[in-house]
């Protein structure tokens, strides 16, 4: 569920696994719209399980694009979404 509360940091789970080793996972990140992507640290979690947090000040609650790269020993490259298709993160809204 990619969204959050308004004013509110969110931490964004994801699994990375590899036969091997997971040399590498970035987060690419950027309020929707923005030119720019920057990398946010992902935090390595239990096994093969990482997150990343996305601060208010960060999203402000708008809307944030974001995509995973990560790399293995070999040099492979794997990605979850991309710069050109992003994952969304969106404010969640309440309605009655």
């Not at 720019?36 to 640290?41: C, K, R």
């Not at 694009?65 to 794997?78: K, P, Q, R, W």
């Not at 979850?80 to 009655?96: N, Q, V």
């Amino acid at each position: 569920d990619l969204r959050y509360s308004r004013g509110k940091p969110v931490t964004v789970p994801f699994l990375v696994t590899d036969d091997y080793h997971v040399k590498t996972v970035t987060v690419m990140a950027r309020q929707a719209g923005a030119n720019e992507y920057q990398a946010l640290p992902a935090k390595a979690a239990a096994s093969g399980e990482y997150d990343v947090e996305i601060t208010p000040a960060f999203h402000d609650n708008k809307t944030v694009d974001l995509y995973v790269v990560a790399t293995d020993d070999s040099g492979h490259i794997s990605q979850l979404g991309t710069a050109d298709k992003p994952l969304e993160l969106k404010k969640h809204f309440l309605f009655f």
